[in-house]
């Protein structure tokens, strides 16, 4: 009994040992990387530095484990489907708008579509993901020159029926899907300029979120004039 005690003690410092031994090998790899502090990483450095935890993704790092899975974010990132988007793209190239690629995603798709934007890019448009497109991802090449996705609503701007859209209607990206993904990517709202001299008044948001489970890497939320947030 009492050497099968020792024998187990024995175990359990081996198996503490080889965990130090990852942490401590990780920040090793991180302070080789020049100039480079954590959240500056790619995320491809993530994602390796967890696949001992089972995770094909940094989505998955908290869903997919043994202890806590979710099973449908697990099966939609079994199955994904990557979209380029750059606005020099030709027809036959691929999409040239963030709103064109998300429009052709099926509705209540079980698939993660990951929307690769170029770095550096400034994306002149005002996007929504709906309800009906889950397991969204929009991320920049080049995380370290983020893609910029701008517009310029504020809550006074009249829409379609005539009426001001209020602060609900006037984000810039607007997210009611549930399992979104961002990651390197800026978020504007440049309205405040353009009120200067207009004279307008009103809120104007970068960002609204609706949906559950969205998750936020490295992004930045520049609102306009008092903007506000959801």
């Known amino acids: 009994m009492e050497s099968r005690r020792k024998n187990q003690?024995?175990?359990?410092?081996?198996?503490?040992?080889?965990?130090?031994?990852?942490?401590?090998?990780?920040?090793?790899?991180?302070?080789?990387?020049?100039?480079?502090?954590?959240?500056?990483?790619?995320?491809?450095?993530?994602?390796?530095?967890l696949r001992g935890v089972g995770a094909k993704d940094v989505s998955t790092a908290d869903g997919c484990t043994k202890k806590n899975k979710d099973t449908v974010l697990c099966s939609a990132q079994a199955n994904t489907v990557t979209n380029f988007i750059n606005p020099t793209n030709s027809e036959e190239q691929g999409y040239r708008t963030i709103g064109e690629s998300i429009a052709n995603i099926p509705d209540d798709s079980t698939k993660r579509y990951i929307l690769i934007l170029s770095g550096g890019t400034v994306y002149r448009e005002k996007v929504l993901v709906s309800k009906s497109k889950p397991f969204v991802t929009i991320?920049?090449?080049?995380?370290?020159?983020?893609?910029?996705?701008?517009?310029n609503d504020t809550a006074a701007t009249l829409g379609k029926d005539s009426k001001p859209l209020g602060v609900d209607g006037s984000s810039t990206m607007t997210v009611e899907?549930?399992?979104?993904?961002?990651?390197g990517v800026v978020f504007r709202n440049d309205a405040a300029a353009a009120a200067k001299k207009k004279k307008a008044e009103g809120e104007a948001?970068?960002?609204?979120?609706?949906?559950?489970?969205?998750?936020?890497?490295?992004?930045?939320?520049?609102?306009?004039?008092?903007?506000?947030?959801d």
């Open 9 to 49: 003690q024995k175990t359990s410092y081996i198996v503490i040992s080889i965990q130090l031994l990852a942490a401590l090998l990780l920040l090793e790899l991180v302070s080789l990387v020049p100039g480079a502090s954590c959240e500056e990483l790619p995320l491809d450095f993530w994602v390796s530095a």
């Open 177 to 183: 899907s549930d399992y979104f993904i961002a990651y």
């Open 139 to 151: 991320r920049s090449d080049d995380p370290i020159n983020p893609a910029i996705i701008v517009w």
């Open 205 to 229: 948001p970068a960002l609204r979120v609706l949906g559950t489970k969205a998750t936020f890497y490295n992004c930045t939320i520049e609102g306009g004039q008092g903007a506000l947030y």
